[in-house]
């Protein structure tokens, strides 16, 4: 079946400095690939909608500054944490969805944990 | 807009059969999820039903679609240790985004 990847699963880091995580579709090409972001027993909240090619479109809320989205090929997307503060601590999870397949199919990777300390 | 609502826990006996519920406000939906996520982990998705449909059964789950409602439940039958999670239901809004639930725990106990 398909496999999206995340890198890297847990990271900690200072305030003030930058991350990023990686999302990767490890069988299939994805045109489109989705950022949600889980706080501890909430939902997801789904971020940003990352097109191959094209800027990615942010959800009402989302600072398109501070969360950086690249999807410069069919199987990478990047997420880059800019200026990380304590409040932007999350479980940061993307799904990928690839082209010309049924509506339902969309993939979910393994999620990253990040700590701003 | 979309806006899904959940249970948030469910404690149920091993061998039992468990019943999460879910409510939801678009009626334009087409697609509506069950996801399961363990500790840690992503979400994997269980099951979906197409809104032209009532009922999907897939080895120990069901889906039952009550659309004059808008309320979706998620049997499993038969209940495992391993089945404890937290259990998310979706909806597809336009441009294949997904509207979540905030989760249903689900604890199985022996």
């Known amino acids: 079946g398909a496999v999206v990847s995340q890198h890297p699963s847990r990271v900690i880091c200072k305030s003030g400095t930058s991350v990023k995580i990686e999302c990767r579709s490890l069988d299939f090409q994805a045109t489109t690939m989705f950022w949600y972001r889980q706080f501890p027993k909430q939902s997801l909240m789904l971020m940003a909608t990352?097109?191959?090619?094209?800027?990615?479109?942010?959800e009402q809320g989302v600072e398109k500054d501070k969360f950086l989205i690249n999807h410069a090929s069919l199987t990478l997307s990047t997420l880059t944490v800019t200026s990380a503060h304590p409040e932007d601590s999350s479980f940061y999870i993307c799904?990928?969805?690839?082209?010309?397949?049924?509506?339902?199919?969309?993939?979910f990777g393994p999620g990253t944990r990040l700590t701003v300390t | 807009g979309e806006d899904v609502e959940q249970s948030l826990f469910l404690s149920v006996r091993e061998g039992d059969s468990s019943v999460i519920n879910c409510t939801y406000t678009d009626s334009s939906s087409t697609y509506l999820y069950w996801y399961k996520q363990e500790p840690g982990a992503g979400l994997q998705l269980l099951t979906y039903i197409f809104s032209n449909m009532d009922m999907k059964q897939d080895q120990r789950l069901t889906v039952l679609l009550n659309k004059k409602d808008k309320h979706l439940s998620l049997r499993i039958a038969d209940t495992q240790t391993g089945d404890s999670a937290i259990y998310f239901c979706a909806e597809k809004g336009a441009g294949y985004k997904l509207s979540f639930g905030a989760g249903t725990t689900v604890t199985v106990r022996a």
């Open positions: 990352s097109n191959e090619g094209s800027k990615a479109t942010y």
């Open positions: 799904s990928a969805r690839a082209p010309g397949t049924s509506s339902y199919e969309q993939y």
